[in-house]
């Protein structure tokens, strides 16, 4: 699985316990965001939710790690986009049942919020639990059938109530979507060119 790594400026310092936390998972991982307190340019989570869509919609990740003080801007910001399913996880009983039952794509990490001694290794227990389980599987076992009906069903929500991404790139403001194609590196994990979504590759192509 490749994982991207998108830490906002509120969090940038917890960047390396997140990237720490998931050595020895057997994950590819792409660190993309933040990666220090204070560094410029800052990416706000109004950019690093619009990174996570790109993402995960060009298929160049298999999943997104974000985040911010509290968890909560990240989650809003990412979930206004098309295919983008994403949980709230404080601790490794959210991890392990979002993984099962909503089986989604990206979650949100509260970074500072109640983010104290061992915050780390309550990351390492996150990561370990969630990526323990088959995505979607089911719990309880009774409830897997109906579980995986909702998860297609709010699939085809998703479509139903969002622009097309690449709609969405060409009315989004243009310096959010410039912020994040110029942040040092992005363009080069996108990689525009070989984008199999053609108009998603033309929509970026105007403007970058």
């Given at each position: 699985m490749?994982?991207?790594?998108?830490n906002e400026t509120s969090a940038a310092?917890?960047?390396?316990?997140?990237?720490?936390?998931?050595?020895?998972?057997?994950?590819?991982?792409?660190?993309?965001?933040?990666?220090?307190?204070?560094?410029?340019?800052?990416?706000?989570?109004?950019?690093?939710?619009?990174?996570?869509?790109?993402?995960?919609?060009?298929?160049?990740?298999?999943?997104?790690?974000?985040?911010?003080?509290?968890g909560q801007g990240f989650l809003n910001s990412a979930m206004q986009y098309p295919g983008v399913f994403c949980g709230h996880i404080v601790n490794s009983l959210d991890s392990w049942l979002f993984a099962q039952i909503n089986g989604g794509n990206c979650i949100s990490l509260?970074?500072?919020?109640?983010?104290?001694?061992?915050?780390?290794?309550n990351l390492k227990f996150i990561f370990e639990r969630m990526f323990s389980v088959e995505s979607g599987c089911g719990y309880p076992l009774a409830r897997k059938i109906p579980q995986g009906v909702s998860r297609e069903k709010l699939a085809e929500i998703s479509e139903l109530v969002?622009?097309?991404?690449?709609?969405?790139?060409?009315?989004?403001?243009?310096?959010?979507?410039?912020?994040?194609?110029?942040?040092?590196?992005?363009?080069?994990?996108?990689?525009?060119?070989?984008?199999?979504?053609?108009?998603?590759?033309?929509?970026?192509?105007?403007?970058?």
């Open positions: 490749k994982i991207a790594v998108i310092d917890k960047n390396q316990d997140i990237i720490r936390a998931l050595e020895g998972l057997g994950h590819t991982v792409i660190n993309c965001g933040m990666t220090e307190k204070g560094a410029v340019p800052e990416l706000q989570y109004i950019h690093t939710g619009f990174m996570a869509a790109l993402l995960l919609n060009s298929k160049r990740v298999d999943f997104v790690v974000g985040g911010c003080g509290t509260a970074l500072n919020q109640g983010y104290g001694w061992a915050g780390d290794i969002h622009l097309p991404l690449y709609k969405i790139v060409e009315t989004l403001p243009v310096d959010v979507v410039l912020s994040v194609l110029e942040y040092p590196g992005f363009l080069e994990i996108l990689d525009i060119k070989s984008l199999n979504d053609l108009q998603l590759k033309e929509s970026l192509g105007k403007i970058i």
